[in-house]
């Protein structure tokens, strides 16, 4: 939903405080529902945004994204200088075989 935001959407995305205190709360939240956001001024200045849950939901989902590519970024790093066993050995090791991790719904970090 926030993806390929031109200035020509944020610009028209301005909202004065104004309008809030003139009852058009309302009005406002149905934009955000519309275009997925909403900047709110104050004193011609942002004061906060209005996202809605979704676009919200997808920022959230997207920082936790960058924060493990990061984290991966930093481990892969470490590898470099560290000694490390490949998935194969350490495997191997463990006396884990591949029809063992068969349905197996597992997630890394």
Do not use: H, W
């Not at 590898?79 to 490949?86: L, M």
């Amino acid at each position: 939903m926030l993806n390929n935001i031109s200035i020509s959407d944020v610009v028209n995305s301005l909202v004065p405080i104004s309008r809030f205190n003139k009852g058009e709360a309302s009005k406002i939240f149905e934009e955000v529902k519309e275009t997925g956001f909403k900047i709110v001024l104050k004193n011609n200045s942002p004061a906060c945004v209005l996202l809605t849950p979704e676009a919200y939901e997808e920022l959230l989902e997207t920082l936790e994204n960058y924060r493990l590519f990061i984290e991966a970024e930093k481990r892969m790093e470490k590898a470099k200088t560290e000694d490390f066993i490949p998935a194969d050995e350490a495997m191997q090791e463990l006396g884990i075989k591949e029809a063992d991790l068969e349905g197996a719904d597992v997630e890394l970090e």
